[in-house]
């Protein structure tokens, strides 16, 4: 990206100023010697072709100075205007080499934050696409519903109780996909702030049965706990609490009625992890690599109330705090959920 207007205007300053320099040259030989003589004219001669030399020297040192500079600006250019990748940096000394690493900082500030943007864009768009396609299916159960009763076309008690106990089932459902849907997002986009302390998980693991409890009693499931209770984690309790009961919920709808589910903690001085078991239907390796993508369901006639968000939520809680989550599953046999964190 050549521009001419610096160069232009070092030529004309340079001419000017030779031009003065000679006159005053001119002028000082004609006093010292009082007439134009030989001398002087080899004087003035040698005079010119040294600020011809001079000039051919400064030129040079100034065009490859905004050689550099545009090259520079080229770079910005090219790096913000483009999805490419940025270039190895050309380290340089002096003050040229301190432009080349700011615009290399600064590039990459801007390219980061570009992307972030575009990035957090993308997901709110996909979040937004996510929820409307989700609620429409309670969202029209619900207007036949009530379409049903406004225009009095069931008329017995039992079947309108049935229908509003269908009605508040896809209420429940509405409400719980958006509450954890807007948790994910913000989990997701950084705005949570996870408050890591030291908690004994035997209470963290307590807090979680007990906030399953009416559904494994509904289902005579047993709940066990292998934990010490001295062990500690660094964690934010509440948040370990809410990522474990989704599993003990997960675990309970796709295991039969009668089954055990175990937690159970294994404390090394390397990590700490916790397993989820349960005795259920497992899941087959083709499901396994999307269990914990939005929405995703490995069987749809296993409570067609839940909308298969728990596993994704579970996935984002467990990393914001810094752990890691895998399962391991054999169908018709078990399925356990690995929640590893490194000390």
Known sequence: MKNSFERNRFRITYVIVSVIVLIVFYVISYSLYGEFSRKSLILTITVAVCLAVLYLFLYHQFNRILNEMENVSQIME??????NELPSEEYKEGTVGMLYTKLYQMVGILKESRDRELNEKIFLRDI?????????????SLNVFVDLLLDDKVTEPEKQKQILG?????????????????????????????????????HILQQAGDGVKY??????????????????????????????????????????????????????????????????????EEDIP???KRFYRVNSD????????????????????????????????????????VK
Not at 128 to 140: F, M, R, Y
Not at 228 to 255: F, H, P, Q, V
């Open 78 to 83: 090219d790096m913000i205007d483009s999805d």
């Open 128 to 140: 937004i696409s996510d929820i409307s396609h989700q609620l429409k299916t309670p969202l029209a």
């Open 166 to 202: 269908e009605a508040s089932n896809q209420l429940s459902r509405m409400e719980w996909m958006v509450l954890s849907m807007l948790k994910l997002a913000r989990i997701e986009a950084g705005a949570i702030q996870f408050d890591a302390k030291e908690h004994h998980l035997y």
């Open 215 to 284: 559904l494994l009693d509904g289902r005579n499931q047993s709940f066990h706990m292998v934990c010490g209770e001295d062990i500690t984690l660094n964690c934010d309790g509440e948040w370990l609490t809410e990522a474990l009961i989704n599993l003990l919920k997960n675990a309970s709808d796709y295991s039969d009625e009668g089954n055990r589910i175990t937690v159970e903690v294994d404390d090394t001085k390397a990590f700490c992890r916790i397993y989820v078991k349960d005795e259920g239907m497992g899941i087959s």
């Open 290 to 292: 999307h269990i914990f």
């Open 302 to 341: 296993v409570n067609p109330n839940s909308v298969g968000i728990g596993l994704s939520l579970t996935k984002s809680i467990v990393e914001g705090i810094g752990g890691s989550i895998k399962v391991r599953s054999e169908v018709g046999e078990y399925t356990w959920f690995i929640l590893t964190f």
